[in-house]
């Protein structure tokens, strides 16, 4: 998984070969290479071209590579600015089918149009991270996983529950599940982070 944030997902043929594809948005030009370079650590380019729209204008980048062992999967990898799409499948065709599914998204501000800074986000927040889960500590024992969405202006925009438990301590332990994730909620929203000007928004797992 690279980039801000990752997700997945899976296709398969009538005849049961599956194409993994994983998406996501890269921080920066130089996350791009690296990713790209891991990918491709056991496997063997066999392709680059420029991927066009319907009006021929180049709008990203494509790269075919096969394993270097096998029964291994093939790789196809799509970038289109910061966005990439990564397609794994053990038949070449059955990835290029699947990578031919990608609509690009409306195309995205370039890579030098922010802040050097902006690659430095954990940085700038873990300071004020750790102090605020140690004020937490002394107020509340819910425990559970919350994503976040930050803006340049350190405000979380938006904020979803990933897991919740309940206290076990008698004095909270008639918290409901959903009361639980209203408290996780409640405290995710309410943190206020180090801003980032020119910075996009920033995606972060918070584990309280």
């Known amino acids: 998984m690279f ?5 997945f997902r899976t296709y398969e ?13 890269f921080r920066s030009q130089e996350e791009s290479k690296l990713a790209t370079e891991l990918s491709l ?9 420029q991927v066009k729209d319907q009006n021929g204008h180049v709008i990203g980048d494509r790269i075919i590579a096969a394993p270097k062992e096998e029964k291994k999967a093939f790789m196809v990898i799509r970038t289109h600015g910061p966005n990439y799409w990564i397609t794994q499948s053990t038949s070449l065709a059955v990835a290029m089918q699947a ?3 990608i609509e690009p998204p409306i195309p995205l501000p370039a890579f030098a ?3 050097p800074s902006c690659d430095r986000s954990v940085e700038l927040l873990s300071e004020q991270l750790r102090l605020f889960k140690e004020e937490q500590k002394r107020v509340q024992r819910v425990r559970g ?5 930050i803006s340049a202006g350190g405000d979380v925009v938006d904020a ?10 008698e004095s909270e332990a008639h918290l409901s599940s959903a009361e639980a ?3 996780l909620l409640s405290q995710a929203r309410s943190m206020k982070f180090q801003s980032r000007p020119g910075c996009g928004d920033f995606g972060y797992d918070l584990t309280f």
């Open 113 to 115: 149009e922010y802040p």
């Open 99 to 101: 990578d031919g599914l």
């Open 3 to 7: 980039g801000r944030r990752a997700a």
């Open 13 to 25: 043929t009538p005849d049961h070969i599956e194409a993994l594809v994983w998406y996501g948005e």
């Open 181 to 183: 994730v209203d408290v």
């Open 160 to 169: 979803k529950v990933m897991s919740a438990s309940r206290p076990s301590e």
């Open 41 to 49: 650590k056991e496997h063997k380019v066999t392709g680059t071209e």
């Open 145 to 149: 996983m919350v994503a976040i969405v």
